[in-house]
């Protein structure tokens, strides 16, 4: 059952279960399509990550035992069936799961799977803009970044409302359809920076 449009869902924080389930180069990547591509089929995933069905198949199972993932209702038969994210945001760091060495190795590869799949599309982008420079100046996109000198607590502030914008959009935009739609990437990144080596 799909939750009403204009209800916003609250955060899943994934328990180590989840996090487990989902701690899988392939699953994180599976996952994703569904939350940037809606609905799929094992069949459409295998085209889609170069995988076959059946290890498709057999990811999809592991990621709906732990509700990460559940089958579209009334669509579909015993043959094919569909897939989706449920709606709403999940935390991929749990505060008590990361506690333990196998929560963090866990929590390590979702972040690094789910990041560099998002910056590799980022850089197919600019790859493709380059290409063909007239589509990066008439696209609807923007590329930017700053740095600035805040106190923890002023970054905190920020982060909540640059989460809230984001929330915002995805309760506004996720399920529209119709036509001109396509999917788009709406990502921010805020973090202290390290400091530099010599």
């Known amino acids: 059952m799909t939750e009403p449009a204009d209800i916003p869902s609250p955060e899943r924080v994934l328990d180590a279960g989840a996090l487990r389930a989902l701690a899988h180069p392939l699953r994180v990547r599976m996952y994703d399509i569904l939350s940037q591509f809606g609905p799929q089929t094992a069949s459409s995933l295998a085209q889609l990550t170069g995988e076959s ?55 390590q590869v979702i972040m690094s799977e789910f990041l560099n ?21 008439d696209a609807a996109a923007v590329i930017s970044s700053t740095t600035i000198r ?33 999917p788009f990437s709406l990502r921010v990144d805020l973090f202290p920076l390290p400091p530099e080596s010599n």
């Open 150 to 182: 805040v106190t923890e607590e002023q970054a905190r502030e920020l982060a909540e409302q640059l989460t809230k914008v984001l929330s915002d959009a995805s309760d506004r935009f996720r399920d529209q359809e119709g036509e001109g739609v396509v």
């Open 117 to 137: 799949r998002r910056h590799q599309q980022l850089m197919r982008y600019v790859g493709d803009s380059i290409k063909t420079p007239e589509d990066l100046y």
């Open 53 to 107: 069905s059946g290890a498709t198949s057999y990811h999809l199972r592991a990621l709906a035992k732990h509700d990460l993932i559940r089958e579209v209702a009334g669509r579909g038969s015993a043959r094919e069936r569909w897939w989706e994210r449920p709606r709403g945001s999940v935390s991929f760091t749990n505060p008590a799961v990361m506690k333990t060495p196998s929560g963090r190795a866990a929590t």
